[in-house]
């Protein structure tokens, strides 16, 4: 392929990444922030299902494969663990 055509290809994969990025963002991690007080001192078996939903949240806005690790996916994009 011509190296035009593979710059443009990777300009929108970028922009497929933030289109997604910034609703999931918004619409998970706002609640996640808001009720963070209610959260301090629960028990991990509580906790663990809410990290989840952030390492699942990070796969899609990241399309990484299921044996991906996301620990760093995470700190790449910001975003902080919930554990």
Known sequence: ???VQVQVQE???VLVQVLVL???SAL???HLDYCNT???????????????VLNAAARLV???KPRDHVTPALRGIHWLPVV
């Open 1 to 3: 392929m011509p190296k």
């Open 22 to 24: 910034v609703p999931v």
């Open 62 to 64: 990241l399309d990484l």
């Open 38 to 52: 209610v959260l301090v001192g629960l028990p991990a078996s509580t906790m663990a299902p809410l990290q989840r």
């Open 11 to 13: 300009q929108v994969l």
């Open 28 to 30: 998970m991690l706002s």
